[in-house]
């Protein structure tokens, strides 16, 4: 079954520190990626999206992935973080063949303290 | 940028009474829109995928007749919990998509928050 992993459930982070969210995807091809960011009691935002192309894609608020196919791996980073990057990040998937059908990760809480 | 809205963002019931949400896309025609639940410190389950004028089409363990889903037009889905009990209290999030293709993104609702006394 398809899946998506996010190694790591809760990330703590101290302000202006790099941080990597990681993400990895159950092997297929034609597979396009997204990050989601979601603030309490709010919907998800995009960030960035792989569809095709380079694998070094740049999003919103200063955050990058890297899409590797030989690792199916899809990892956030963004080089210094702020009190405002304190949220919940989802990664997700979809396949060609879903019709759209976004497949979810388990979601890292990320933290950053002053 | 696309604008999904959500009605009501936040709905308390008594058990037993239905509840209907409306997501709706605002400045652009969904062909697909998704109905997504998510449980206090977890992810998105996606519920149903509904497209305009056709019947939506459930995940495995969503009770159809429990979840009622409408997508009247081609901006506007609804989802009515049927009966709803306490276990149904959490937040409802409704997507909706732009294109018939798989790459084409997903505009999310900012949700609506079900508690069912």
């Known amino acids: 079954a398809q899946s998506v992993t996010q190694l790591d459930s809760q990330v703590p982070v101290f302000e202006e520190a790099p941080v990597e969210l990681r993400c990895n995807y159950s092997?297929?091809?034609?597979?396009?990626l997204f990050w989601y960011v979601q603030y309490p009691n709010q919907g998800l935002q995009l960030l960035l999206k792989?569809?095709?192309?380079?694998?070094l894609v740049k999003g919103i608020n200063g955050f990058e992935a890297e899409f590797n196919k030989s690792q199916t791996s899809f990892h956030l980073r963004k080089p210094s973080v702020h009190i405002s990057d304190t949220a919940e990040y989802f990664c997700?998937?979809?396949?060609?063949?879903?019709?759209?059908?976004?497949?979810f990760g388990q979601g890292t809480e990320l933290s950053v303290k002053p | 940028g696309a604008v999904v809205s959500q009605h009501p963002s936040r709905v308390i019931c008594k058990s037993g009474t239905s509840v209907k949400i409306e997501c709706r896309s605002l400045?652009?025609?969904?062909?697909?829109m998704f109905w997504y639940r998510q449980f206090p410190k977890k992810s998105l389950m996606l519920m149903a995928t509904?497209?305009?004028?056709?019947?939506?089409?459930?995940e495995q363990g969503v009770e159809k007749d429990k979840f009622l889903i409408n997508h009247a037009s081609l901006t506007l889905s609804t989802l009515t919990v049927t009966s709803a009990h306490p276990e149904d209290s959490s937040f409802y999030i409704c997507?909706?998509?732009?294109?018939?293709?798989?790459?084409?993104?997903?505009?999310f609702g900012p949700g609506t928050r079900l508690t069912v006394l």
């Open positions: 997700a998937v979809t396949y060609y063949n879903q019709g759209g059908k976004l497949i």
């Open positions: 997507s909706a998509n732009s294109g018939r293709r798989s790459y084409n993104e997903q505009f």
């Open positions: 509904s497209n305009e004028g056709s019947k939506a089409t459930y």
């Open positions: 400045d652009f025609q969904a062909t697909t």
């Open positions: 092997s297929s091809v034609s597979v396009y």
């Open positions: 792989y569809l095709s192309g380079s694998t």
